[in-house]
């Protein structure tokens, strides 16, 4: 793969993967070095990869692959969304409460669904991924995906669903 084509069907996707980066990893800094050594990475590979029927899917199942291998790395520890919830901001005291009492509540449901529901729900409403993108970074079928984010939705409505009704 020649120097143009790289920057046109793998380089490009870098502004797509970003987002995903950063979730995983949870911290924007990181999340700018991971791009730029997997775009390395893939660029070493190019050769290998230039043929290959699914490029965009490669190109997030590298990154995946390659933010949790540096989370394995350094231990169990669940990352969080800070970063993506932290971007609401209330105008009063009484609202900001309720803003923190609400991201609080969303992580406690969110690290309660199975690993793959809470996956796809963030690579799809965190990240804003395509059904097709996230198929193809965790190698599942599209109607699979689509099952996933629906079943972890309504697990999450009906937690919260729950609590409104309990008063919560």
Known sequence: MRTKAFKDRVLSLSDRIFPMIARLLG??????DAT??????LWANRKQIENHPNLTGFVFTTARNYCLDILKKKGPELTSTDHHLSNLEAATGQEEFEWIELKTTVEKILKQLPEQQREVMLMRDIDGLEFSEIA????LKIEHVRVL?????KQVAEVLKKMDDYGH
């Open 149 to 153: 984010l629906s079943r972890a939705r």
């Open 36 to 41: 730029q050594e997997i775009m390395i990475k």
């Open 136 to 139: 193809a970074a965790t190698d």
């Open 27 to 32: 911290n924007n800094s990181k999340a700018e």
